[in-house]
């Protein structure tokens, strides 16, 4: 095995504990054999290794547990309603509802032309009534001529 290859191992698996056993054994024969390579292992032994070995684990203070939990349900209530909108505005249900709103806006929209243009209808004829008005004081105004219209306009609709 080269240096370059053992300083990997040694900076990487070996202490982790994931060398398989021909990889573990090549790599401390290497160690036993290369000066350089030894000190790099007993350094890394050293500074990385031995200081964790003595920390003993220590139970967390229910406390911090509890704090920790009302963080992430604070942080989650806070996005709650912003996720929930942005759900439901990308579920199929807002999509068919939105379809259904609009088709129905559609009909009501067809629905209403048809009716305005029957009152249309009825506008015309109050019109029509009127310009009859018109002609009869256009004829009683003008006593001489009693068949001749005031207007060109009366003469056109009349």
């Keep these: 095995m080269d240096c370059k290859k053992a300083r990997d191992l040694i900076l990487g698996d070996y202490f982790d504990g994931y060398l398989n056993d021909y990889d573990k054994y090549k790599l401390e024969g290497h160690i036993d054999f290369c000066p350089s390579c ?56 807002f999509c068919y509802g939105l379809n259904v709103f609009v088709d129905g806006l559609c009909v009501i929209i067809l629905v209403l032309s048809l009716f305005g243009k029957v009152g249309s209808r009825s506008d015309n004829r109050q019109v029509y009534s009127q310009l009859d008005g018109v002609s009869y004081f256009a004829r009683s105004a003008n006593n001489s001529d009693r068949h001749r219209y005031g207007t060109d306009i009366e003469k056109y609709f009349l």
């Design 38 to 93: 030894q000190k790099l292992a007993d350094g890394v032994r050293e500074n990385a290794v031995m200081p964790f070995e003595k920390i003993h684990d220590q139970p967390v203070p229910v406390e911090l547990w509890e704090s920790i939990k009302a963080a992430i349900e604070k942080k989650r209530c806070r996005h709650t309603f912003k996720d929930r909108l942005l759900g439901f505005l990308n579920s199929e249900k």
